[in-house]
């Protein structure tokens, strides 16, 4: 299959036709968080609350498997462009294989884990049951899953994007229509509250897997499986490990970032930690989109670099730039004008709605200037520079917020926590745009 597209479509229609299809599948992606919380929701403000408390441990796992398929992805796209097809391939075969090992010690770390967790953000028993349930049953499927965003990044890698966003949205529908059945106990199906919500997760992401490699194994593609001895080669793990741990920690920042923050919150009242579990869930409508636009222009970046066409990844960073400050914008307004209706999906609580109102209004505020450090962070992934990417990710999640939370909070209470998302945000944007200009002028991107 010929990949030369990427080097002679315009940019704009090449953005585009890469994007779309991710940020499709981002958007349905976006909507099971919606649905899943919905549903786990009616069930009680209990078990809401609970699965707020394991989403940093399930965050941390998809950073892992995502940020070293970033890895994967983007030494693929490199060889790729280079014209080394058996390069690339040894880089997606090794990959599957150490996705494996990933995946079976975070089983193992996690389920261990799990409770101890939990126990450090709540007494409340009912909590603790609905969370040790939740994650016992939903950490035993992460095999699957890892393996799953492994062979997502491969087909990326080549710009088969459509094919990541059907297997992605159907293991998504999967996961909505479960949700239901096995939470309330539809039809022969007995009601199993928390238990299916996290069966319904497992379920949907094994559904996944099992449409890549039905997909592999039909289609030909230039990225093919072949294990070998030589694919062990310690250069080329250490190309794909120098993106994927930086790319793994980018993406396992925010895990971090809400264990703090619950700490932070949790001190005033379980409600907060309410508010900011639901806002978590929000807001991947709107920054799983921008993903969708960062997956497209990835694989891009990575041909066009190792293709040494350096002036059209710096249009491509430009346009994918105006396309997520767009998509910013959009957020931005939806979630000041419709504060109150959002909020209201997840709870009836006039005091919960009050407080989470209030807070989406003020962290919107930093959704837009958010466009430059979630394009740049991108575009450096792409081009293999991952340390770059990560100090961003390092001012956005935790050299910022963190501090300005704790300090704010200490003077001004809970609800000063929420401006520390925008102070975050503004930083960040201005460290980013200068990391960019200055690795643009030391790589002669701009010839």
């Known amino acids: 299959m010929n990949q030369s597209f990427m080097k002679e479509k315009p940019v704009l229609p090449l953005v585009l036709s890469m994007s779309a299809p991710m940020v499709l599948s981002m958007f349905v992606t976006s909507l099971y968080n919606i649905v899943d919380s919905y549903f786990v929701a009616k069930i009680s403000e209990e078990a809401m609350t609970a699965l707020s408390l394991?989403?940093?441990?399930?965050?941390?796992?998809?950073?892992?498997?995502?940020?070293?398929?970033?890895?994967?992805?983007?030494?693929?796209?490199?060889?790729?462009?280079?014209?080394?097809?058996?390069?690339?391939?040894?880089?997606?075969?090794?990959?599957?294989?150490?996705?494996?090992?990933?995946?079976?010690?975070?089983?193992?770390?996690?389920?261990?884990?799990?409770?101890?967790?939990?126990?450090?953000?709540?007494?409340?028993?009912?909590?603790?049951?609905?969370?040790?349930?939740?994650?016992?049953?939903?950490?035993?499927?992460?095999?699957?899953?890892?393996?799953?965003?492994?062979?997502?990044?491969?087909f990326q890698a080549e710009g088969q994007m459509v094919v990541s966003m059907v297997s992605m949205m159907i293991g998504c529908i999967v996961n909505i229509i479960l949700d239901p059945i096995l939470i309330f106990g539809i039809g022969p199906f007995p009601e199993m509250h928390v238990k299916g919500a996290a069966l319904a997760t497992g379920i949907g992401q094994v559904t996944s897997l099992v449409v890549y490699i039905m997909i592999y194994i039909r289609k030909p593609l230039p990225l093919r499986l072949h294990f070998r001895r030589e694919m062990l080669d310690r250069n080329l793990c250490r190309r794909i490990y120098a993106v994927g741990i930086p790319a793994a920690i980018n993406m396992g920042l925010p895990s971090l970032l809400i264990t703090a923050l619950n700490g932070i919150l949790a001190v005033f009242s379980a409600v907060y930690v309410l508010v900011l579990g639901i806002y978590f869930k929000l807001q991947t409508f709107i920054y799983l989109t921008a993903n969708g636009i960062v997956q497209g222009i990835r694989p891009i970046v990575g041909y066009n670099y190792g293709a040494k066409e350096y002036k059209r990844v710096d249009m491509v960073f430009k346009t994918a730039l105006c396309l997520i400050f767009a998509v910013m914008m959009t957020g931005t307004i939806i979630c000041f004008a419709g504060a109150g209706a959002l909020i209201g999906i997840f709870t009836d609580n006039v005091e919960t709605i009050r407080i989470g109102k209030t807070a989406l209004r003020i962290i919107c505020i930093g959704f837009s200037v958010s466009a430059v450090s979630v394009t740049v962070s991108g575009v450096l992934e792409g081009l293999g520079k991952g340390n770059l990417s990560l100090i961003i990710s390092l001012m956005r999640y935790i050299v910022v917020i963190i501090p300005a939370a704790f300090l704010l909070s200490r003077q001004f209470g809970a609800v000063s926590v929420w401006n520390a998302f925008w102070i975050s945000e503004l930083v960040t944007a201005i460290v980013s745009w200068i990391l960019y200009q200055r690795m643009v002028k030391t790589d002669k991107m701009k010839r």
Not at 116 to 123: E, R, S
Not at 137 to 145: K, L, R, S
């Open 54 to 154: 394991v989403y940093p441990l399930q965050l941390l796992e998809n950073s892992v498997a995502v940020g070293f398929g970033i890895g994967i992805n983007a030494a693929a796209a490199y060889y790729l462009g280079a014209k080394q097809s058996q390069t690339a391939n040894d880089v997606v075969s090794v990959g599957v294989f150490l996705s494996m090992v990933h995946g079976f010690l975070m089983t193992l770390i996690f389920v261990l884990s799990a409770s101890h967790f939990l126990k450090a953000f709540t007494d409340d028993p009912i909590i603790l049951q609905y969370g040790r349930t939740y994650s016992y049953i939903v950490f035993m499927f992460t095999i699957p899953y890892i393996i799953g965003i492994t062979f997502e990044k491969i």
